[in-house]
DNA sequence: CGTAGGGTTGACGACGTTCAACACAAGTGG
DNA sequence: CCACTTGTGTTGAACGTCGTCAACCCTACG
């Protein structure tokens, strides 16, 4: 990929976006003038697409977006629809996917607070994307995006910048869905969620060994090319082995980080 | 992912550099005024990333671009070298590829002629790339495309959609990766190939039953998640039931388009 | 109290891998 | 010119990882 320098490694993630339902469904947020406020003070603001936008600039960017907030396991785009949306994470975690005719499903990636969803190059989605835990979305249009980045060339070098990152991570996990055992899988997918919880929790002291898993088995068995049942055994043989602990489901407590690793990397010959 | 309108889907497919072999081997062709002539007698410039560039500013782009003939199986990029360059391919094939520590190693996309391989978030590159057959490849660093990015917004509006197209490929090979059979997968990659071959020829008559499969079975394999003897059998059985033809193992007929294609879609029991 | 959703565990079997033998073509050197 | 090697591909037999089927536990919820 091409290097995109001045915006190094703290991008998003995958892509996906909203449909219809997000008219329908939850609501909106800020209006008028508070929205650029609303903006200024985000969350996320410093971490994603948005940073590219300068304070004096936010007003354009608040009165392009507008704030949504989705129950678990609502859908946030449907395969095949007509691609009209981009969304930033604000909080939660939403799961990109494609199937195939008779329901099998590849979940692609997950996207957390301060990643987008719903970057599409073609009339329609290719992929869904669905709410995992209640989440606050920030809603854009294509259109606004292209103005936004017709007008901030920065805007455009970062979107670059991270949908690269996206490809590089795709690239990573096909390996690990072509090549890496059960096992292996299940090692590589709990080093990310334990990045992921560093991200997010950057001042925790428990960030080292801790891995936030909100989504249920049947999502991990999608995003790992397994069955919930080689799932559900890896992980407890994990727990055997005294590489993890913790009888909670979602929240899972690393004991041996360096053979977590060797096991992701298959250097673990066990 | 977002929509970038202008630029439709012709783009280019996955990423991959080149490196210091490129300095030392291969032969430069064209040189200082000819170079112009060169870029604008391009076999691929309408196809890939250089069409955002209008014929009166190509002089810029031939200043900043090399051409290099490399013969097959040698590396263009090594994984984990520096960063620094970024390839057009002009033509022939190259395979993108990321590997683990023992040496198992998963293809993540070929690079046909039209299309780029290099670009890179990070410093070092987390791929390789290597020629599959005899490849000429148009040669860039970094830093130039970067200028060409603060140039020339069409350029970067272009790659963006290019990257995107990209990920939507990735995001289908992991559905293949994940989630299909060995049937499906070897049905899948041919039809790949059948569309590749429509595009490099757009005349052929035969162009809606051939396949051109430059590859070896071990880079299929890698390719697809399988082994070499899987991948055989496998176009074995597809020969054996009359989807497939052809006693060469580069070239392949298809006798029924439908057959494999519900084949690879999983509509196909049998 | 009954039901539904999520998760775990066991028994069994299939699909794809591993191991091995063989075929064929191209290149190399005596 | 022919033996020998090497690379690529095919095919068979045995094995093993992971999927399938099924039973069960637990919690939440009406």
Redo the contacts with the bound molecule.
């Keep these: 990929m091409l290097k995109v320098p001045g915006f190094p490694d703290s991008a998003p993630m995958p892509p996906s976006p909203s449909a219809q339902a997000l008219h329908s469904a939850g609501k909106r947020t800020g209006r008028a003038d508070t929205d650029t406020a609303r903006c200024l003070m985000c969350k996320v603001r410093e971490y994603n697409l948005c940073s590219s936008i300068e304070d004096q600039d936010v007003a354009v960017l608040a009165h392009a977006t507008r704030q949504v907030s989705l129950p678990p ?1 609502t859908a946030v785009i449907e395969e095949g629809t007509p691609a009209s949306a981009f969304f930033n994470v604000i909080n939660g975690t939403v799961k990109l996917f494609e199937s195939l005719p008779d329901g099998r499903r590849q979940i692609t990636g997950f996207a957390d607070a301060g990643q987008f969803v719903g970057l599409s190059n073609s009339r329609t989605y290719s992929f869904g994307a669905e709410t995992v835990s209640t989440v606050l979305l920030c809603r854009c249009t294509h259109t606004q995006i292209e103005n936004l980045l017709g007008e901030y060339p920065r805007f455009a070098h970062h979107l670059l910048s991270a949908v690269t990152h996206e490809l590089a991570d795709a690239q990573e996990q096909m390996l690990l869905l072509g090549r ?6 299940v090692a590589s997918f709990l080093l990310d969620r334990i990045k992921q919880y560093q991200r997010t929790h950057p001042h925790d002291p428990d960030a080292q060994t801790t891995a936030s898993v909100p ?5 991990i ?1 999608d995003y790992l ?12 043989a994990l727990r055997r082995d005294k590489v993890i602990s913790g009888t909670e ?2 929240c899972i407590r690393i004991l041996s980080l360096p053979n977590l690793q060797d096991i992701a990397y298959g250097l673990k010959s066990i």
């Design positions: 396991g890496k055992t059960a096992k292996e899988k989504m249920t088995r049947v999502d068995a090319g397994l069955t919930i049942e080689t799932v559900s055994r890896t992980i407890s489901n979602h």
